[in-house]
């Protein structure tokens, strides 16, 4: 049974194919979310901006920036005495 098991995987090792990308996007920061919507890569990154790219040829159509948003005003104050430690 191990024999069998072991050809097997050797085979498939043997035989697979390598797979190479068709084209490459570089986006400007870490992709955190990707959708595809009616033929257009939607990726949302790190860095704030939402870049939509053409699936077919992977050309940059246009990206939005959002402002950063401060911890400060979007959650109010941020200190310890607000912070519960349950024990």
């Known amino acids: 049974m191990r024999y ?4 097997g995987l050797c085979l498939s090792l043997l035989f697979s194919a390598e797979l190479a990308p068709q084209s490459i996007i570089q986006a400007s920061g870490n992709v955190q979310q990707i959708a595809l919507v009616e033929g257009k890569i939607i ?7 939402l870049e939509i790219y053409n699936l077919n040829d992977a050309s940059k159509l246009f990206a939005i920036t ?3 948003i401060s911890l400060r005003f979007a959650f109010g104050r ?3 005495q607000r912070v519960h430690h349950r024990e």
């Open 43 to 49: 990726a949302g990154t790190s860095v704030g901006t």
């Open 78 to 80: 941020l200190d310890h």
């Open 4 to 7: 069998v098991l072991f050809m």
């Open 66 to 68: 959002f402002p950063n």
